[in-house]
């Protein structure tokens, strides 16, 4: 079993950078397929982006595609989504989640996900 923690968020303003990490313990994340997921208050939770467990293939959801990017570090056991160009629309809490890599390759669904971290709030002000 894996254990997710995330990390890297914080308060930023209009047009900065963030980078977050998500740390997995207790299991090889080469075993796993991997996203990250937002959610804002009132609102329902939203993939950001996911990654294979070579780190082959991504897919970042088209309406942040131009702004944000998903990777690995395999030797850190850890996955990363930098964030540039961060506006007020992005203020959410960001989960890092994992589910056991299968032939399918990229997963996209919540549901499927097995492993959640307990997020990292993301506030961009004004």
């Known amino acids: 079993q894996v254990r997710l923690v995330e990390s890297g968020g914080g308060l930023v303003q209009t047009g900065e950078s963030l980078r977050l990490s998500c740390a997995a313990s207790?299991?090889?994340?080469?075993?796993?397929?991997l996203g990250w997921f937002r959610q804002a208050p009132g609102k329902e939770r939203e993939m950001v982006a996911t990654i294979t467990t070579y780190g082959d293939a991504t897919f970042v959801q088209y309406s942040m595609s131009d702004r944000f990017a998903i990777s690995k570090d395999n030797a850190k056991n850890t996955v990363y989504l930098q964030m540039n160009k961060l506006g007020t629309e992005d203020t959410a809490l960001y989960s890092c989640?994992?589910?056991?890599?299968?032939?399918?390759?990229?997963?996209?669904?919540?549901?499927?996900?097995?492993?959640w971290g307990r997020g990292s709030q993301v506030t961009v002000a004004s």
């Open positions: 989640a994992a589910v056991e890599a299968t032939p399918m390759g990229l997963i996209t669904q919540a549901p499927r996900y097995s492993y």
């Open positions: 207790g299991s090889d994340i080469l075993d796993y397929v």
